[in-house]
């Protein structure tokens, strides 16, 4: 199983950027995805998760407003177009793969990690 994130990069504050994740090796439509962050010298935390369909999706507290995550199951992708972002979203981005069918927990216990991408914001 393969996760290739993509897409981050350096924004200055009040900007957008629209990360990627391409899965191959495993069925893609069978499992919820979900995104991930980590700052440095922080602790991974949740971000967004969203239903196999694309129909359900859950957001931390922090990001709800701004984020927006999507898939395309033909493509076996999915994504997080975000918005407004500022200083505090500054961390590695990591995407997931997850058999369970729970969408709205914020729980970090997945099936499969993809590498990250490192999102800069700038003041």
């Known amino acids: 199983v393969q996760l290739q994130a993509s897409g981050g990069g350096l924004v200055q504050a009040g900007g957008s950027l629209r990360l990627s994740c391409a899965a191959s090796g495993l069925t893609f439509s069978t499992y919820t995805m979900a995104w991930f962050r980590q700052a440095p010298g922080k602790e991974r935390e949740f971000v967004s998760r969203?239903?196999?369909?694309?129909?359900?999706?859950y957001y931390s507290d922090s990001v709800k407003g701004r984020f927006t995550v999507s898939r395309d199951n033909a493509k076996n992708t999915t994504y997080l177009q975000m918005n407004s972002l500022n200083p505090d979203d500054t961390a590695v981005y990591y995407c997931?793969?997850?058999?369970?069918?729970?969408?709205?927990?914020?729980?970090?216990?997945?099936?499969?990690w993809g590498q990250g991408t490192l999102v800069t914001v700038s003041s």
């Open positions: 997931a793969a997850d058999k369970t069918t729970f969408v709205t927990t914020p729980r970090t216990a997945v099936d499969y």
């Open positions: 969203i239903s196999r369909s694309g129909l359900i999706t």
